[in-house]
């Protein structure tokens, strides 16, 4: 099945790799998302799957120790992109909920920028516990394309 027999069914496809607990894992990362994405043409927005892709592989870097591998899951189906990161600590990241009315960011904040992109450009995100730790995803919705004139 090619990529584009793949697309026009809206099968769902997914990519599962282990990344080293490194900095260098960040574009990594963002290079997957944005071939998976490019590979079978699916719709999401790959700039921001991208960049908030960097987001998760960063904090998961920077905020958890040891060098067992951080995993990173992109599933493309017909409505979304998710993306899941998996890494061995078991606490939670900082608050992924959608802030109320009152909430006010401080943008120069050197910390907790990542968190608040992630709530702001992803249509939904969380995360869970796992056997080894804890995965945090997001999910970037399908943008509409426009039709080609026939």
């Given at each position: 099945m090619n990529g584009?027999?793949?697309?026009?069914s809206h099968a769902p496809a997914s990519w599962r790799i282990a990344l080293p607990?490194?900095?260098?894992?960040?574009?990594?990362?963002r290079a997957l998302v944005r071939t998976a994405l490019a590979e079978i043409e699916h719709p999401a927005d790959s700039d921001t799957a991208e960049l908030l892709t960097a987001e998760l592989?960063?904090?998961?870097v920077e905020h958890t120790t040891g060098d067992a591998p951080i995993e990173l899951v992109v599933e493309l189906l017909p409505t979304d992109c998710r993306v899941e990161v998996h890494d061995p600590d078991p606490a939670p990241p900082g608050d992924l909920t959608v802030p109320g009315p009152s909430y006010e960011p401080d943008p120069w904040q050197e910390h907790g920028r990542g968190l608040l992109l992630i709530r702001t450009l992803s249509s939904s995100c969380g995360h869970r516990p796992t056997e080894s730790g804890k995965a945090v995803w997001f999910r970037v919705p399908v943008v509409p394309r426009p039709r080609r004139p026939s």
């Open positions: 584009s027999a793949l697309h026009e607990h490194t900095a260098a894992a960040v574009p990594v990362a592989v960063a904090n998961a």
